[in-house]
């Protein structure tokens, strides 16, 4: 995500995330995918049981299609 926009996201909260992708021109749906598997990135690293091999599975295949959605997001200039 920060490759796409060119600047980093990682002090953002979600919230910030989800208004900086609007305003950088991400379509409402995708920046919805994007918020929603960071988060359940997020969650799995710090929740206590180990991941199951079909929530991994799940996971990756989301990862990898966001990815290619991504891969066709072109980003709006920063606005000072």
Not at 7 to 23: F, P, W, Y
Request: charged share 30%; no cysteine.
């Amino acid at each position: 995500v920060e490759g796409r926009l060119g600047e980093s996201i990682g002090s953002l909260t979600q919230s910030e995330l989800r208004k900086r992708l609007l305003e950088r021109g991400m379509t409402p749906e995708l920046a919805q995918k994007v918020v929603a598997e960071l988060e359940a990135a997020e969650f799995a690293r710090f929740s206590a049981s180990a991941a199951q091999a079909p929530e991994m599975e799940a996971s990756l295949a989301r990862a990898r299609a966001l990815v290619g959605e991504l891969d066709r997001f072109a980003a709006k200039p920063l606005e000072d």
